[in-house]
């Protein structure tokens, strides 16, 4: 399989060229020169398979030989060593439960593969690897535990200051040794075109040897894909149109799950829930794209201006809007929709959402009412643990959440974080600083 950069003027890579490379040297996004189609079998045969078998089968695809399949096999099971079960709410609705990594957040599936690809890679040459990652809340810790301790690579984590939860800088501050956090006084915005300028940056790349842990990876985002399929093979009724609600913000879940449709996986349609970063949701409806500065919302980890893989959408459906309305409808929710949609899934069915998978279900719900017909079922991606948004959680329905026990611990240690400014020229003479 070669990848193509989504600009189109860089020359077509192998999956470790795009797995080490993270960005193309045009600036572009790496993309698969096709998608693989399933057969027909694999798919009516998922209910006899494990996650783990499931997923080798998509991702050989996509590595073809570039990683044995006994290696592939020993990644991914060291990889995705927890569930992702469905759980049904109602007999139309079911939550896709994607925390039960070690961080609690659905980023635990693409950082933990891209970490043991890497490592497999690496432990083959005598060269050190310096990622790079920009996070609005959740990425930064899943990379850092992913990555932490790994031999041959170094972890600079770029994050917003003030804007994601206490307990995510926890987490993403406390690790040392190979993992450093960059608290950046800016937006998540500022810390994406801060990595985007660093890879572009060929005196730097040439000196430091860089790479990206952010969904513009495609490592990243192919073992995304891989939940999609799981998901369909715990539904009991596969007859019926099936919708997935992803919250969305920088897009590549949704473009993790658009690979997956198009691999053959009976998706009727995704509903994208946006917060008051509405950007794509404008885009979807209007036609237009007008990036704009991220904005604050309790569901922080979407709030993203400027979506990096609305390029990935773009370039998988040929910039064909109509197809793209097609398959995606895409609302937005307020804080106050956010708030209401915790209270509203609590009281109905005694189960308590994180905000993101709150804003997913404002709007999924709204969508679900203008249905001409009730032959559907409906999974809501719930990304993240509600304990990693205690204040927010809690206050909506004065009641106590208990933190899991690998959360808690790192509430006790001492943060460390590097203070920089937006400016691309103070990013670089700090690492032109830490290489003399």
Same mark, same amino acid.
């Given at each position: ?133 920009? *996070?609005?809340? @959740?990425?930064?810790?899943? %990379?850092?535990?992913? !990555?932490? /301790? =790994?031999?041959?690579? $170094?972890?600079?984590? &770029? ?27 800016? *937006?998540?915005? @500022?810390?994406?075109?801060? %990595?985007?300028?660093? !890879?572009? /940056? =060929?005196?730097?790349? $040439?000196?430091?040897? &860089? ?27 596969? *007859? ?197």
């Amino acid at each position: 399989m070669k990848y193509y950069s989504t600009n189109r003027n860089s020359p077509s890579v192998t999956f470790e060229e795009a797995l080490m490379n993270g960005l193309a040297p045009d600036g572009g996004l790496y993309m698969p020169e096709s998608i693989p189609k399933l057969e027909k079998s694999f798919l009516e045969n998922l209910e006899n398979l494990s996650f783990q078998e499931i997923a080798f089968e998509i991702a050989k695809r996509f590595i073809e030989g570039e990683i044995e399949a006994d290696d592939l096999k020993r990644i991914i099971n060291e990889a995705i060593n927890f569930p992702a079960p469905v759980i049904r709410l109602d007999e139309k609705l079911s939550v896709l439960e994607l925390f039960h990594g070690p961080t609690l957040a659905f980023k635990d599936f693409g950082a933990r593969f891209m970490a043991k690809s890497m490592a497999h890679f690496i432990s083959k040459e005598n060269r050190r690897l310096n990622i790079l990652v920009a *996070t609005s809340g @959740d990425t930064g810790s899943a %990379v850092a535990n992913g !990555f932490y /301790d =790994t031999p041959g690579i $170094n972890v600079f984590i &770029l994050y917003p200051k003030g804007k994601v939860s206490y307990i995510q800088e926890k987490q993403l501050t406390t690790l040392n040794k190979n993992i450093t956090a960059l608290e950046i006084d800016g *937006t998540f915005d @500022d810390c994406q075109r801060l %990595v985007k300028s660093a !890879f572009v /940056d =060929t005196e730097l790349n $040439n000196k430091m040897n &860089l790479s990206s842990a952010n969904s513009i990876n495609f490592a990243r985002l192919l073992p995304q894909t891989f939940y999609y399929f799981e998901a369909f093979k715990q539904l009991k009724n596969k *007859t019926v149109e099936i919708y997935f609600c992803v919250p969305s913000g920088n897009l590549g879940n949704l473009s993790a799950g658009l690979i997956a449709k198009e691999m053959g996986l009976p998706i009727t349609k995704f509903i994208a829930a946006t917060n008051s970063n509405r950007t794509f949701t404008e885009f979807v409806k209007s036609g237009k794209f007008v990036p704009r500065d991220s904005i604050l919302t309790l569901s922080n980890a979407m709030d993203v201006g400027n979506p990096s893989n609305l390029a990935r959408i773009s370039s998988l459906y040929s910039d064909n809007l109509n197809q793209i309305r097609e398959i995606i409808f895409s609302d937005s929710g307020t804080d106050n929709d956010t708030i209401n949609a915790i209270k509203s899934v609590y009281s109905k069915h005694n189960y308590i959402l994180d905000p993101h998978g709150a804003v997913g279900y404002f709007v999924l719900n709204n969508f679900l009412k203008k249905l001409s017909t009730n032959n559907h079922s409906a999974i809501l991606l719930e990304t993240a643990h509600p304990s990693k948004f205690l204040d927010i959680v809690e206050k909506a329905l004065n009641v106590e959440i208990e933190i899991p026990e690998r959360l808690q611990s790192s509430l006790s240690k001492e943060k460390k974080s590097v203070p920089l400014s937006k400016h691309y020229n103070d990013l670089k003479d700090y690492f032109g600083s830490i290489e003399k």
